[in-house]
């Protein structure tokens, strides 16, 4: 015969179990989803080059992969501007001291910033996309050419990355007497 204390503890270890699984679950999935979007960023879609209806109508192929490239560049803002908050909402400390309450100066500066990283970004990654239409057979030209736009939208997305990290910390309340230098470096 059990004790009642012994059931609640293997309860307990249940719930645990189910909560860690469900933890992991997510965290793979979220892994396997920037994966993905990478991969659609950095790596031509065959579709656009190999299907008959693209390759045979070069403005369609452009207009698709422009579209393509936009909804991709969309869902790398977005997963970066989750990553962004839900750091800055576990770690409740960072705040800035410059920031200015009544100036709107600096948020539409903030916006044109992450519209013209939004729009360099789709840039490079329709360049991709529209590579393998450009040039029928790899030479060493058209596979420079590859590396140096992946390069650079690995660039971009890191300075996405800083500046929503840094938007953050500029948007965190004030804390009067608290803080360290490193949250002073960073605005």
Known sequence: MKEPGEESKNDDSAIMN????????NRLLNMLFTVSLMKDALYPCPLFYRSPTFSNNRNLTTVSTLVFASIVSFFLFLLWRERATSKTTQNESSYCYSQ????IRPKCSCCLTFFILYVIL???????????MRYETLDLKAVLQFILLDINILVVNVIV???????????????????SSNDEQMC
């Open 100 to 103: 200015i309450k009544s100036d």
């Open 18 to 25: 189910e909560g860690v699984s469900k933890y992991f679950g």
């Open 161 to 179: 990355i800083r500046s929503y990290r840094i938007h953050n910390l500029h948007r965190s309340p004030l804390v009067s007497g608290e803080g």
């Open 122 to 132: 789709t840039c490079l990654i329709w360049l991709v996309h529209l590579l393998p």
